[in-house]
C-alpha cells in the first residue's frame, strides 16, 4: 500500500475519518497510518483493547459472545469495528483481533485474526466487513505485522471500490 494511495482515498469528498481498534495487532495498525504525512487530516485515534473487559468497557462487545470465542470472531471483530466509531465519532472504524501464537488450549494450532471495518454514515452503519488472516509459521511478530498489514490492504480496496 502506498500511504499517500490511503490518504487521498479518505479525503475525496465527501472527506471520511478514520479511528482502529485492536487487539492482537497491539498499535500496528495505529502506527501505520500514523506515519502517513498529514494523517492528522483523517486519523481521529484508535485504542488498544487487549482485554475482554476493556473491549465491553470502550467498544461495546457483547460479554457473553466474546467471552465463548476468546475474543476472536468475525462477530467480536466487528463489534470492535462499530464501537471505535462511537467512541472516536469516526466514518469509519478498522479493527483486529486474533492469536499472533498457538494457543494449543484453545484449539488453536497457528496463529489466525479477523479484521473488521465499519463504515457509517450520518450516524448509521451502511456496511460492516469483515475477514479472516492466516499467519500459519509467522511468529508473533511477523503475524502481528501481516495482520496490520493485511487490515489496512482491504480499508485500502474497500475504499477504492467505494471511490469508483
Known sequence: M?????????????????????SLTCGRVQAKVGEISGASEFFLGGITAYS???????????????KGVQCVSASVAEQMARGVCALFGSDLGLATTGYAEPAPADGVV????WWALAHRRRGRF????????????????AAQTLVAEAAIAKLVAYLRDLRG
Do not use: M, W
Not at 473487559?53 to 457473553?64: I, S, T
Not at 497457528?110 to 485474526?113: G, K
Open 110 to 113: 497457528a496463529p489466525f485474526a
Open 126 to 141: 451502511v456496511r460492516v466487513l469483515s475477514g479472516r488472516v492466516e499467519c500459519p509459521g509467522a511468529t508473533r511478530i
Open 2 to 22: 502506498k500511504s499517500t494511495e490511503l490518504k487521498e482515498l479518505l479525503l475525496l469528498s465527501p472527506r471520511l475519518t478514520l479511528a482502529a481498534a485492536e
Open 52 to 66: 475482554l473487559e476493556q473491549k465491553v468497557r470502550h467498544l461495546g462487545v457483547d460479554r457473553a459472545a466474546a
